[in-house]
């Protein structure tokens, strides 16, 4: 089965049968009955209707953002790269403070790296992306670039994390070894 494929499945299925069986419990609070097929048009309408709407558009902003052929790693909501570079991390830290995009962002230090935090966007609950130093010989560095919805339960982020860490890998791109 497609990846695409299977969170179109996925997504049916953890929101329609949420749906259906909340509407379920409206429904015999309110001195209803169980009829199987309503539950059903619960189920198929709701879960049918995001799915469709959700997965179609997040296929659609990956395929906008160059992803040829999708994986099932690009539509993880947790995305993580190891890269290496000659810059430490106040270089690094430098770097984002000074990228258009990544200067709006929270940018704390912790022991061994460094934690972005984003905003709520329209599209997710916000961001943490973590670089942890794995690494270092003769300044050579190997980091590990992770980025996480701020909301564990997240299904789809729209491609928010492959891109975040995307930037982090451009930002730093040109110290490759």
Known sequence: MSPILKLYLKVFLFTGIPYALIMLVFDLLGGGQFVLTKFMLWLVGFGGLMSLSLVSFYWLKLKKAGVAEITDAD???????????????????????????????????????????????????????????????????????????????????????????????????????
Not at 80 to 87: D, G, H, T
Not at 120 to 135: H, R, V
Request: hydrophobic fraction near 35%.
């Open 75 to 177: 539509l993880k909501v947790n995305q993580s790269r190891i890269i290496q570079s000659k810059f430490s991390m106040k270089e690094i830290r430098d770097k984002l403070q000074h990228d258009p995009e990544t200067r709006k962002m929270k940018i704390e230090e912790q022991e061994g790296g460094l934690i972005l935090e984003t905003k709520a966007t329209w599209a997710s609950w916000g961001e943490l992306i973590e670089i942890k130093l794995l690494s270092s010989v003769n300044g050579n560095n190997e980091f590990e670039v992770t980025s996480s919805p701020k909301v564990e339960t997240t299904l789809i982020d729209f491609g928010k994390n492959l891109k975040n860490v995307n930037r982090i890998l451009r930002i730093v791109g040109n110290s490759m070894m």
